[in-house]
């Protein structure tokens, strides 16, 4: 049996009615992942719902030749629930990027607990439309912005947090690559291309300081440039 307290701490699911929270905890399980380990994997039955309490997750469909991200998940997400609710298999592979900790729920367990509270399904539903609202944006991300202005977009949005406007990415050059869409190679030339333009500088393990916010915004706007033939760009680059 879990703790409801962890339930609790989670703010989504700390003001389901104390009937449910007990039937969640009853029936959950709780896993933890070391940082590059599996959750599950495409094409497999869904064990049930996860709830990441602790960590980063992101999900993904591979390729022949490269990983395609679908999402990334921080604490109070879930993950997972799509096959329980259209009976049909898991759609993409789930990764811990960090050492995570997550809640496991079935079926059986969730319509336990909507039934004690059916404020669980519209909080579940909630969880599902942003997601649906989250891969809109990220099309919209790769089909009308060059990988330099993603870049400058990943970096804009995590200065507001970071200290003196240092970023240190999740992960490893590669891990942001295919979260911009792109591969490392392509990657490596755009943070070279920012540092000789005087917008960033490297402080050293991987983290990067923001001398140009300005800049950066200015990038924001930059679209894929056609290739030579007329035809449109690939997201693997420019």
Do not use: N, W
């Amino acid at each position: 049996m879990l703790d409801i307290r962890t339930l609790q701490r989670i703010p989504a699911f700390a003001a389901l009615a104390p009937p449910a929270l007990h039937e969640l905890a009853a029936r959950g399980i709780e896993r933890r992942y070391a940082a590059r380990q599996t959750l599950f994997r495409a094409g497999q039955a869904s064990p049930g719902m996860f709830l990441v309490v602790e960590g980063r997750v992101r999900v993904v469909r591979d390729g022949a030749d490269r990983r395609q991200v679908v999402h990334t998940e921080g604490p109070g997400a879930t993950l997972g629930e799509v096959p329980l609710f259209d009976g049909g298999d898991l759609p993409a592979t789930a990764v811990a990027l960090l050492p995570t900790r997550c809640l496991v729920f079935t079926l059986g367990a969730i319509e336990a607990a909507i039934a004690r509270d059916p404020q669980l399904a519209l909080l579940l539903l909630g969880q599902l439309s942003r997601r649906v609202r989250q891969l809109v944006l990220r099309l919209d991300r790769l089909s009308f912005q060059s990988v330099r202005a993603r870049l400058a977009d990943y970096l804009l949005s995590r200065t507001h947090t970071a200290t003196k406007h240092v970023v240190s990415f999740e992960g490893t050059q590669t891990d942001l690559a295919e979260e911009l869409g792109t591969v490392r190679e392509v990657l490596v030339r755009e943070l070279r291309y920012l540092r000789r333009h005087g917008v960033i500088r490297s402080t050293g393990r991987g983290g990067y300081q923001v001398l140009d916010a300005g800049g950066l915004r200015r990038l924001t706007s930059e679209r894929p440039r056609p290739r030579a033939d007329g035809t449109p760009p690939r997201h693997r680059g420019m």
